[in-house]
């Protein structure tokens, strides 16, 4: 593996509310009638407001929703990212506000913007600001959520294509072996107070996954799929293939040890929440 770069550690976490604002009395809502609601409650340059994004697809527990993905890229030299949308000025309400907001990506049809990432206090976070100055890589935390990661990484260090190569084989003794093989991390968390929580999967699912839908398409590459790793419930962190998790016939899902709810992160649904605004300047 080349060198690695090193960051800064990051200096701990803010304390947020556990209520979730959740999106259950929109439930009967259709995707036409929310993006209509969403450009009329946003609040100016805060986001916020009905929103409709993609997320890993919530299949029990307690979690209203799924968790939102993140779309992937890698660079030229192997190196995995997160996009992150357009940032521009536009006029809300006789204001200009700066969002990040990228309509129909990559010719998806699909408008992905900074609100997806609006719940569970992470809308107050440095990285969520549309403005915050980031590379936008996945890198390895200090205490990772797989052994691999201890043996290929230290703190800081990017996540890199050449560490998956055994994805077909990896396992940590939990669930079916081969499935694919994971990662968690952070992004857009340097020189930050608060860390965004991610995990990363590739897998052949994937690859199979994004040959017939144009959001995967454009929003996974190379069979890597990727989420913001917050429990929708009460912002728990998950995890794929976690111990425990068979006990919940969750071995082969992402599984929050705290209320027991799961997601299949091969099951890509829109989903329909309200989003806070994010705190203004």
């Known amino acids: 593996m080349s060198e690695r770069d090193k960051y800064p550690a990051e200096s701990g976490r803010r304390r947020f509310v556990k209520g979730v604002v959740g999106g259950a009395a929109l439930a009967g809502v259709g995707a036409t009638g929310a993006t209509a609601i969403n450009s009329a409650t946003q609040a100016a340059g805060a986001g916020g407001g009905s929103t409709v994004a993609y997320a890993i697809e919530n299949t029990d527990g307690p979690a209203p929703r799924g968790m939102p993905q993140i779309p992937v890229e890698i660079d030229d030299e192997g190196y995995l990212r997160g996009v992150w949308p357009e940032v521009k000025t536009v006029d809300q309400q006789g204001i200009q506000v700066t969002i990040a907001e990228t309509e129909d990506f990559k010719g998806s049809g699909v408008t992905y913007g900074s609100d997806w990432f609006q719940f569970c206090g992470v809308e107050s976070y440095g990285g969520i600001d549309p ?26 260090d990017r996540l890199h294509v050449d560490d998956f190569e055994d994805y077909q084989d990896w396992s940590n003794g939990v669930g079916t072996d081969g499935l694919g093989k994971p990662a968690t991390g952070r992004w857009r968390s340097e020189d930050v107070e ?88």
């Open 131 to 156: 403005e915050y100055d980031s590379d936008n890589y996945f890198r390895s935390g200090g205490s990772p959520g797989y052994e691999w990661q201890n043996e290929a990484y230290s703190e800081g």
């Open 194 to 281: 608060d860390v965004i929580p991610i995990q990363v999967i590739k897998s052949d699912r994937v690859m199979e996954m994004a040959q017939n839908d144009p959001w995967l398409e454009a929003s996974t590459e190379e069979g890597f799929i990727a989420w913001l790793n917050k429990c929708t419930h009460f912002c728990c962190v998950p995890q794929f293939k976690a111990e425990g998790s068979a006990k919940f016939n969750a071995e082969d899902d992402v599984y929050c040890q705290c209320h027991q709810s799961v997601y299949n992160p091969f099951s890509i649904v829109e989903t329909l929440f309200i989003a806070r605004p994010r705190p203004t300047e």
